[in-house]
Nanobody, 125 residues
Framework: QVQVVESGGGLVQAGGSLRLSCAAS????????MTWFRQAPGKERDFVAA????????SYADSVKGRFAISRDSFENTVYLQMNNLKPEDTALYYC??????????????????WGQGTQVTVYS
């Protein structure tokens, strides 16, 4: 079993920044591919950003490219999502997901094995 815990959400004015954190623990040693999703009320859960096990590979949804950056501590299962120039449409519950298989970058929620409870991000204009 893997435990996933997100933190760092909050209320921010449009144009501001937030940094989300996600820590995964348990199961075996080694690192996991980890991904951020978000879900706004009444909408589906959408892919935001992914990072591979080493941290050397990243991918982003078009809607956040150039504004968000995903990173991880070397050889650790802690990832971050730096969110800059936030917009009201970024308002959502942000989830961290863990994939224990080696491949990474999947954008469909069903490809992930473990999820956190989510952290709320609210952007007001």
């Amino acid at each position: 079993q893997v435990q996933v815990v997100e933190s760092g959400g909050g209320l921010v004015q449009a144009g501001g920044s937030l940094r989300l954190s996600c820590a995964a623990s348990g199961r075996t040693s080694g690192t996991y591919a980890m991904t951020w999703f978000r879900q706004a009320p009444g909408k589906e859960r959408d892919f935001v950003a992914a990072i591979n096990r080493s941290g050397g590979g990243t991918s982003y949804a078009d809607s956040v490219k150039g504004r968000f950056a995903i990173s991880r501590d070397s050889f650790e299962n802690t990832v971050y999502l730096q969110m800059n120039n936030l917009k009201p449409e970024d308002t959502a519950l942000y989830y961290c997901a863990v994939r224990i298989e080696p491949s990474w970058g999947y954008q469909e929620p069903h490809e992930y094995n473990y999820w956190g409870q989510g952290t709320q991000v609210t952007v007001y204009s």
